[in-house]
C-alpha cells in the first residue's frame, strides 16, 4: 500500500496518457464522436463505457475523479462544479418529498441555507448538536433516510461525534454523509468512522491554491444501496454498492448541469499533489497562532481543537492526524474589531479557507450574516469573532503581524 502523496503523485501517469504525458491534458470539449453509431448509442444506453456528453462526464474531470477516490479510500467519485453543488445535488439525488433527515446544526453557512431551502421544498430537516451523539439519535424519526456531520465546524471548531454516529447510522440504516471539506481526506478519513458518502469542496484544501472552484462525492461501499427505498429501477446496475453514486451522477449532475469544468480539474489535480506538505505546514503555524492568541490578553476565547480546553480535544486528537489549520477568536470587547483588521498587513481580510495565503475575516458580520443574530448566538458565534485560515507563509512573518495588529489595537 503506497503512501497518501506518491498515490497521488503518480495516478495520472499510471493511467497511461497520450505522448506519455505526466498530467492528464486538459480535454477541453463537450461532445465526443463515434466512428460507429452502433457504439454511440451503446455509450448511451451505458453497455459500452464510453464518452458521452460533457456536463456528465469528461476525462480531465475523471482523473480528478480518480485522484479523489484514492485519496478517501472509495470506490468511486463524481465531481461538481463547486462544494454546494456536490451538497445539493447529493441531497436532491437521494431524498424526496416528505423524508426527514438530521443534520448538524454547527454547518458551514451556505449549507445551512441550502437545508433551509430544502426545508421549504418538501424535505423535513431536523438541526442537532451533534458533537453529542444522543441529541443525533433523538432526532431520527420514522422517516428519516439520512444524517449529515462535518468533521470540524466552522467557525467555532465543534468536533461532531463522527464515530458514535457512524454506528447509530448502521444500526438504524440511515446514510451517513460526512462532509470532510475542514479536515481533507489528509487528515481524516471518513471511512474509519463507517461514512457512506464523503464530501468534499476541493476549492479549500484539496486544491489549495485559491485558483478553482470544485466539490466532489465520494462513494464508501459500507452504505447497503438494496435496502434504500430511493433509486430508481433505471440505475440498479451490476454492482448494488454503486447505485446511489450513479443516481447522483445520472440523475442529480445530468438533471441540474453542476458540471466541473475540466480546466478547473487541472487547477485543482495539480494543487492537489502538495495537499499532504502544505497540511504539514498549515496545521503547525494553526497550532502555534492559536497558543500564541490563547496567551494575549487582547484575546478572549480562541477556538482551536489542538487546545487542550477545546471541548473535542481528545476526539480530535484521537480521529485527526493534526487538529486543523483553521481557527476563530474573541476579540477582547473593548477593542475595535475594525481597526484590527485593518492593522493586519500580511495576513488578507478575506472569505475563503484553505488557500496558501492566510486570510482572515469577521464572520457574524460577512458570512454569517444573513443567517440574523439569534441563529448566530445558538451557533455561539459573537460580534467580536475572527476566523483565520492559517496558510504555508513562514511562522515568524504571521506571528509578527498578529502581534503588531493586537499592539496598535490596545496601544
Ligand atoms: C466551502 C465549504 C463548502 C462549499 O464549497 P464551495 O466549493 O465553496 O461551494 C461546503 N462545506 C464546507 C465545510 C466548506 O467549508
Known amino acids: 500500500m503506497r503512501g497518501f502523496t506518491t498515490k497521488i503523485v503518480h495516478s495520472d501517469r499510471l493511467g497511461g496518457i497520450e505522448h506519455g504525458s505526466l498530467h492528464k491534458p486538459v480535454h477541453a470539449t463537450v461532445a465526443y464522436g463515434y466512428k460507429d453509431a452502433e457504439d454511440l448509442a451503446a455509450a448511451f444506453q451505458g453497455r459500452l463505457a464510453g464518452y458521452t456528453y460533457g456536463r456528465q462526464i469528461n476525462p480531465t474531470v475523471e482523473a480528478l475523479q480518480t485522484q479523489v477516490s484514492a485519496m478517501e479510500g472509495g470506490l468511486a467519485s463524481v465531481c461538481f462544479g463547486t462544494g454546494m453543488a456536490a451538497i445539493g445535488t447529493l441531497l436532491f439525488a437521494l431524498l424526496r418529498r416528505g423524508d426527514h433527515f438530521v443534520s448538524s446544526a ?41 444524517a449529515f456531520v462535518e468533521t470540524i465546524a466552522n467557525p467555532c471548531t465543534q468536533v461532531a461525534a463522527l464515530a458514535e454516529i457512524g454506528e447509530l447510522c448502521r444500526r438504524r440504516g440511515l446514510v451517513y454523509v460526512v462532509d470532510n471539506t475542514m479536515t481533507s481526506p489528509y487528515l481524516f478519513l471518513p471511512r474509519d468512522v463507517e461514512a457512506s458518502l464523503v464530501v468534499n469542496s476541493l476549492t479549500k484544501y484539496v486544491g489549495g491554491h485559491g485558483t478553482a472552484l470544485g466539490g466532489a462525492v465520494t462513494e464508501m461501499g459500507a452504505y447497503d444501496w438494496p435496502g434504500f427505498p430511493n433509486i430508481y429501477d433505471t440505475y440498479k446496475g451490476a454492482d448494488p454498492r454503486l447505485w446511489a453514486l450513479t443516481q447522483i451522477k445520472k440523475k442529480g449532475l445530468r438533471d441540474f448541469g453542476a458540471a466541473l469544468a475540466p480546466e478547473a480539474a487541472h487547477h485543482i489535480a495539480i494543487g492537489a499533489e502538495t495537499l499532504a506538505l502544505r497540511m504539514e505546514r498549515q496545521c503547525a503555524s494553526a497550532m502555534a497562532l492559536a497558543q500564541f492568541l490563547d496567551r494575549r490578553p487582547e484575546v478572549g476565547k480562541v477556538f482551536y481543537p489542538g487546545l487542550p480546553r477545546h471541548p473535542q480535544f481528545e476526539r480530535a486528537a484521537g480521529l485527526f492526524r493534526h487538529p486543523g489549520a483553521l481557527f476563530s477568536f474573541e476579540l477582547d470587547e473593548r477593542l475595535d474589531i475594525w481597526a484590527f483588521m485593518n492593522a493586519l498587513r500580511i495576513i488578507v481580510k478575506s472569505s475563503n479557507l484553505g488557500d496558501n495565503r492566510t486570510l482572515a475575516i469577521p464572520v457574524a458580520h460577512t458570512i454569517y450574516y444573513e443567517m440574523g443574530p439569534e441563529r448566530r448566538a445558538s451557533m455561539g458565534i459573537d460580534d467580536s469573532l475572527i476566523r483565520i485560515s492559517v496558510g504555508i507563509e513562514d511562522i515568524d512573518d504571521l506571528l509578527g503581524d498578529l502581534d503588531q495588529a493586537l499592539a496598535s489595537v490596545a496601544g
Do not use: I, W
Open 106 to 146: 454547527f454547518l458551514f453557512g451556505n449549507t445551512n441555507s441550502l437545508f433551509a431551502s430544502f426545508a421549504t421544498h418538501g424535505l423535513e430537516v431536523t438541526f442537532v448538536d451533534a458533537t453529542d451523539v444522543r441529541q443525533v439519535a433523538a432526532a431520527v424519526q420514522e422517516n428519516t433516510k439520512l
